[in-house]
């Protein structure tokens, strides 16, 4: 099995920036796609970003051009950059480790982290 582990979440004011780590206790880079995905109170868990083993990203468009997902393979860690902050980017932000069909798709993945809360304030 695979261990996630989110950690950087905080509270920040609007156009500020945090930066998530998710610790991965296997990192089997032939294979598994790393995403990310947030899910405010009352709203569905989103696929916010994600990158396969080959390197390639994907964003959703609410987040294209402010987030950036990247990856430490020797240090077995993926990371979310989060710049240009805005309220509606305020969501309990969990890491994601699987073989998606569909990279945005929560069910597509195999295994989960506890989730970090950011909170971001206007």
């Known amino acids: 099995d695979v261990a996630l582990v989110e950690s950087g979440g905080g509270s920040v004011q609007a156009g500020g920036t945090l930066k998530l780590s998710c610790a991965v206790s296997?990192?089997?880079?032939?294979?598994?796609?790393m995403g990310w995905f947030r899910q405010a109170p009352g709203k569905e868990r989103e696929g916010i970003a994600a990158?396969?083993?080959?390197?390639?990203?994907a964003y959703a468009d609410s987040v294209k051009g402010r987030f950036t997902i990247s990856q430490d393979t020797a240090r077995n860690t993926l990371y979310l950059q989060m710049d240009s902050l805005k309220p509606e980017d305020t969501a309990m932000y969990y890491c994601?480790?699987?073989?998606?069909?569909?990279?945005?798709?929560?069910?597509?993945?195999?295994?989960w982290g506890q989730g970090t809360q950011v909170t971001v304030s206007s």
């Open positions: 990158i396969d083993s080959d390197g390639s990203t």
């Open positions: 296997r990192f089997t880079r032939g294979s598994l796609c």
């Open positions: 994601a480790a699987g073989w998606p069909r569909d990279w945005a798709r929560p069910n597509d993945y195999n295994y």
